[in-house]
């Protein structure tokens, strides 16, 4: 007697593997399964070392270190009044302008569209406080490339569907997501929170985009938020935590981890009063030591810039220091600054630039 099948199939799409469920075996089962090992066989998630990708990108950089690249999703988190809406509206005019905000620098996305969806906050307050923020911070009184929505009145099940659907008409290259426990039923619904890191990482790939997800600390503790927070720790290119000292006001932006980088400076930065927002104060590095700038590895590229030339354009000064440190041209631009700054090079009369030399220099 032939045996019951109980066979289901998919289509497969790039990131949907073909199934096959068989309980017992028919010839017309094998046939189906051998087609599904043809397609498993040949799809691109295999990877092998023929496999080739485009080279990474940065895309969120701390103190010249790119701590996370185009294509993968980050996490910031901390408790409430921590600081995270000010990172998160300096990485984004980081990104309108190419500019280096409070200490963050988002390189090679200038000119993008970035997306900020803000889940928890009243309307004018989103305008008010991220809209109209990142623009002053940006130098603008608008950015036509700058996306800003606000989805606190959608249901749980209306959140993925509109998110989709705004990042398929926007085609972001940044973007942040204020507030990701919203789009599950709770921080704890392990299954929601697989389907909603797998549907961020997918929208990632697709739109080449850094994904920066939004997620509240647990209370007087660093450890992960529910599932969700474990999800991403598990799946995410990087988590940073915002803290606040509340005696000093301080506040620091530090890594929890970074898959893609090593020792990272923290940021830290205070609230002005006068100018009505934060400001950088300084990097220090894990053990809280003061630093302005990574000056024993400034000297290390200067030194190897002019082993084999004694005289750059700003061009060719900036593409060899991206050659040398394997950033972008916008970050390789902020270096070559740096260096002029700290008078490791300096700038000749003819508008090139020579390495700088006096009886102070220390090399």
Known sequence: ???????????????????????GYTDAAK??????????????????????FAPKTPA?????????????????????????TAVNVAMAAAAITGAEVLGLAVPDVKGLNVLYIDTEQAGHDTQNNIYNRICRLAGVTDAPNLYTY?????????????????????????????GAADYVLSVNDDIGARNLIAHF????????????????????????????????????????????????????????????????????????????WFEFLQYTNPNGAKIDKRKDDAIRVVNELYKTAGIYTHSA?????????GIGHEAARKRVAGYVKMKLISKSLDGQYVQYFDENAPF
């Open 60 to 84: 969120l950089e701390i103190n010249g270190v790119p701590v996370a690249h185009l294509g993968n999703i980050i996490g910031i988190t901390g408790q409430m009044k921590s600081g995270k």
């Open 1 to 23: 007697m032939e045996k019951k099948t109980d066979v289901t199939t998919h289509k497969v799409t790039k990131f949907e593997v073909k199934t096959e469920t068989l309980n």
């Open 201 to 276: 990482l997918q929208a990632a790939e697709v739109h080449n985009a850094l994904i920066v997800l939004v997620l509240h600390d647990n209370h007087n503790t660093e450890k992960s938020r529910g599932h969700l927070g474990s999800e991403l720790d598990r799946k995410a290119e990087a988590v940073l935590i915002t803290q606040k000292d509340n005696d000093t006001g301080t506040f620091t932006l530090r890594g929890k981890f970074y898959r893609s980088a090593g020792n990272v400076d923290q940021v830290q930065y205070s609230y002005n009063t006068d100018a009505g």
């Open 31 to 52: 046939e189906r399964l051998q087609g599904a090992e043809a397609v498993i066989l040949n799809m691109p998630e295999r990877i092998t070392s023929a496999t080739i």
């Open 150 to 178: 606000n989805l606190r009145g959608y249901s749980l099940g209306e959140m993925i569907p509109v998110t989709a659907a705004i990042f398929d008409q926007v085609k972001p290259a940044f973007v942040v997501i204020d």
């Open 317 to 325: 000064l900036c593409q060899r220091v991206s050659e040398i440190e």
